[in-house]
Nanobody
Framework: QVQLVESGGGLVQAGGSLRLSCAAG????????MGWFRQAPGKEREFVAA???????YYADSVKGRFTISRDDAKNTVYLQMNSLKPEDTAIYYC????????????????WGQGTQVTVSS
């Protein structure tokens, strides 16, 4: 069992930055692939970024070059550094943990946080 708690969301102007954190409870954090997804009003949940247990990273094309995912296994925490934010990045951001399957598909993640709101004003 893994409990996930996101933090760091907020309101920022276009071009600004935010860093999201996801703290995980449980003793097997380092064994999980961690992902970030987001869901905007009226839209489906979409993949943002993922990091494997060996720190290999994956990004959606829409955030590549602007967002960076990282993990600190000693702190059981995964981060999402978001730079050059755009109004279209506005969404609820969710942290997720999984053990296999397709890193970009939400159904291949077993545990989810409650989400944190990110709002980017133009």
């Amino acid at each position: 069992q893994v409990q996930l708690v996101e933090s760091g969301g907020g309101l920022v102007q276009a071009g600004g930055s935010l860093r999201l954190s996801c703290a995980a409870g449980g003793r097997t954090f380092s064994m999980y692939r961690m992902g970030w997804f987001r869901q905007a009003p009226g839209k489906e949940r979409e993949f943002v970024a993922a990091i494997n247990w060996n720190s290999i990273t994956y990004y959606a094309d829409s955030v590549k070059g602007r967002f960076t995912i990282s993990r600190d296994d000693a702190k059981n925490t995964v981060y999402l550094q978001m730079n050059s934010l755009k109004p279209e990045d506005t969404a609820i951001y969710y942290c997720a943990a999984g053990r296999g399957g397709d890193f970009s598909r939400s159904l291949h993640y077993d545990y989810w946080g409650q989400g944190t709101q990110v709002t980017v004003s133009s």
